[in-house]
């Protein structure tokens, strides 16, 4: 498939667009039924994340305003927050990519575990702490850990395929 669609950077591109709205078909409607801990995976961060760790490109940067303005809409509090913590996240993991070795499942993995983290403390601070809500053990023991640890596990599945699909 890849020599295929190699001179026709057009396919990457609309398989990249497919895969993201796939993914934010599956995060709104079957990701629910395998919760735990009340936590689901957010796949549209990992996508954001596993995405721009194999291109080094500013592709990167559309492909996480993308997914964050999919995030806003789907339920975000804030217009616009979740589309500038996904380029964002897209723009560190281009700035590092260069310097990594980026067939690697594992860079992959404590990528997005520890820029979960990041994000989900980040929509804590906005959406709750900065208004008194809430406690921050709470939110980091019930919320942002197994969350990020959710992600990084579905890293292990997601990243083969976003590779496959993506890098020609």
Not at 20 to 27: C, G, R, V
Not at 29 to 56: A, D, K, Q, R, W
Request: include cysteine; glycine fraction near 6%.
């Amino acid at each position: 498939m890849n020599q295929i669609f190699q001179d026709k950077p057009i396919f990457k591109y609309l398989l990249t667009a497919v895969l993201i709205f796939a993914l934010i078909i599956l995060q709104t409607t079957v990701v629910h039924g395998v919760e735990v801990f009340n936590v689901i995976p957010n796949l549209l961060v990992v996508m954001v994340v596993c995405y721009s760790l194999l291109h080094e490109d500013y592709s990167a940067l559309a492909v996480g305003a993308v997914c964050g303005l999919l995030l806003d809409v789907h339920g975000g509090r804030t217009v616009g927050m979740n589309a500038l913590l996904c380029t964002l996240l897209a723009y560190m993991c281009v700035c590092v990519s260069g310097n990594l070795y980026n067939n690697n499942s594992f860079v992959a993995l404590v990528f997005v575990l520890f820029l979960s983290m990041a994000y989900e403390l980040v929509i804590y601070i906005f959406n709750f702490a900065i208004w008194g809500h809430g406690s921050f053990a709470f939110a980091l023991l019930h919320k942002i850990l197994p969350g990020s640890l959710y992600n990084s596990l579905v890293t292990l599945l997601l990243y083969p395929l976003i590779r496959r699909l993506t890098v020609f």
